[in-house]
């Protein structure tokens, strides 16, 4: 069964505290991996898409990056405005739908 | 990228209603999916939606309880029937953008959501 894993459930930093976040997938056939961030009573507002292992994109603060088993979303110099759950999500096989994992709330204090 | 609204945004309810949510889209799209985010879980596809034919469920999900209109390829409404407390969650829709070829693949894939309707069953 496909599954989606990440970790840690809460995070809090200080702000300009880099750190990094964790998902890890099992799945057949993985077409996509895809971040998003969501902010508390709002959908979720899409930030990446990767491919391939070995793959990496970059937006603001935020890089992420992709092997055959997990991804990584990196968080440079955090500041409060990053503070949101984010989300993490699998596009795999012929199923043709978005298979998520449970998030990692980031909270980063002045 | 889309942008996507919906109506309601929120919504309170009695059990034994229904209530049906609207989603609209700046430009077409060929599918469009709904999903349920309960407190503290993860999103769950509930159904995909293509213009001009039944939507297709997922497991656990059934038409009788979330009927699915796609009347043209910018709107599409998804319906709680006889809603109890349990169905109280957020209801999000979400369109696809197959975009063009910056990819080793050959395609780019983009997902995107719309700001949700938060409904409560009392």
């Known amino acids: 069964e496909d599954q989606v894993t990440q970790s840690p459930e809460a995070l809090r930093l200080q702000e300009g505290e880099s750190s990094s976040l964790n998902c890890s997938y099992t799945?057949?056939?993985?077409?996509?991996l895809f971040w998003y961030r969501q902010d508390p009573g709002k959908g979720p507002e899409f930030l990446f898409t990767?491919?391939?292992a070995g793959e990496e994109k970059e937006k603001e603060r935020l890089k992420a990056t992709l092997t055959k088993k997990e991804s990584f979303l990196h968080i440079t110099a955090p500041k409060p405005e990053d503070s949101a759950t984010y989300l993490c999500?699998?596009?795999?096989?012929?199923?043709?739908?978005?298979?998520f994992g449970k998030g990692t709330k980031l909270s980063v204090k002045p | 990228s889309a942008v996507i609204s919906q109506k309601p945004s929120r919504d309170i309810c009695q059990r034994g209603t229904s209530l049906t949510i609207q989603c609209q889209v700046d430009?077409?799209?060929?599918?469009m999916f709904w999903y349920r985010q309960q407190p503290g879980q993860s999103l769950t596809l509930i159904a995909t939606?293509?213009?001009?034919?039944?939507?297709?469920?997922e497991s656990g999900f059934v038409i009788d309880k979330f009927p699915i209109s796609r009347p043209n390829l910018t709107f599409s409404t998804l319906t709680v029937s006889n809603m109890s407390p349990e169905d109280s969650s957020i209801y999000l829709c979400?369109?696809?953008?197959?975009?063009?070829?910056?990819?080793?693949?050959?395609?780019?894939?983009?997902?995107?959501f719309g700001p949700g309707t938060r409904l409560t069953v009392t």
């Open positions: 990767l491919y391939s």
């Open positions: 799945v057949s056939g993985l077409r996509g």
């Open positions: 939606a293509n213009q001009g034919s039944e939507a297709t469920y």
């Open positions: 999500a699998v596009f795999a096989g012929s199923q043709g739908n978005l298979i």
């Open positions: 979400s369109v696809e953008d197959r975009g063009g070829f910056g990819q080793t693949s050959g395609i780019s894939y983009e997902q995107y």
């Open positions: 430009s077409q799209v060929t599918m």
